[in-house]
């Protein structure tokens, strides 16, 4: 398998404008977490999808950020507009069970997204 | 709030010798999982640690998981360079998310 995919790797823009990051988890997997990744605040999960539908969303940080999971193959994370403060890592995640089921979590390489 | 420690921050050394990463916490954890994360990609998991006072070897990595279940221990033996990373303590918090600790960046020199 190729492990989770992300796009893209690396993102750059300007504030105010949208930024869409996606994500394709491992196949059979049914778990899809969005992480973030910042030196300030470490790696914080901002959503996460059992069988495609979001379950708990309280990460997220302000209404400007969405996420959808239209099918079991593909995700994504709409941030708009977007902000410099937005700048960071994002991290896509897939499982067979949630971290209480003590499943490991596989990680795809992240999206780097730079707000000027 | 749940909350996983970590230390030390950060920890440079020298190629052959021995270190220990400590992640604690105030609260009872059910499981805690060690991951590493080498730069620019993401996090991989180590080991999952279930039972207290249980210790786990993986190579010249030993980690222990506390009697209470409320903190944990990564060791690295005779460490090299390839063993430098982020290294991430993570656990469950009640509600089944992982919460993970700031995490130690470990830099080892040849």
């Known amino acids: 398998d190729a492990g989770v995919i992300q796009s893209p790797r690396h993102e750059v823009t300007e504030m105010g404008q949208e930024v869409t990051l996606r994500c394709k988890p491992i196949?059979?997997?049914?778990?899809l977490f969005w992480y973030r990744q910042t030196m300030m605040r470490g790696l914080e999960l901002l959503i996460y999808?059992?069988?495609?539908?979001?379950?708990?969303d309280s990460g997220m940080p302000e209404d400007r950020f969405s996420a959808k999971m239209p099918n079991a193959s593909f995700s994504t994370l709409k941030i708009q507009p977007s902000e410099p403060r937005d700048s960071a890592v994002y991290f896509c995640a897939s499982s067979l069970g949630s971290g209480q089921s003590r499943e490991t979590q596989y990680f795809g390489p992240g999206t780097r997204l730079l707000v000027l | 709030t749940q909350l996983l420690e970590q230390s030390p921050q950060f920890l440079s050394i020298q190629e052959g010798e021995n270190l220990t990463v400590y992640c604690n916490s105030s609260?009872?954890?059910?499981?805690l999982q060690w991951y590493r994360q080498e730069p620019g990609e993401g996090p991989v998991l180590l080991v999952t640690v279930v039972t207290g006072g249980e210790v786990k070897k993986l190579k010249r990595l030993t980690f222990q998981f506390g009697d209470a279940r409320k903190d944990s221990s990564l060791h690295i033996t005779a460490a090299q360079p390839g063993d430098t990373g982020l290294y991430l303590c993570?656990?469950?918090?009640?509600?089944?998310?992982?919460?993970f600790g700031q995490g130690t960046t470990l830099q080892v020199k040849p």
């Open positions: 196949s059979g997997h049914d778990y």
């Open positions: 993570a656990g469950p918090d009640l509600t089944g998310k992982l919460i």
């Open positions: 609260s009872v954890f059910s499981s």
């Open positions: 999808f059992n069988n495609n539908v979001p379950i708990d």
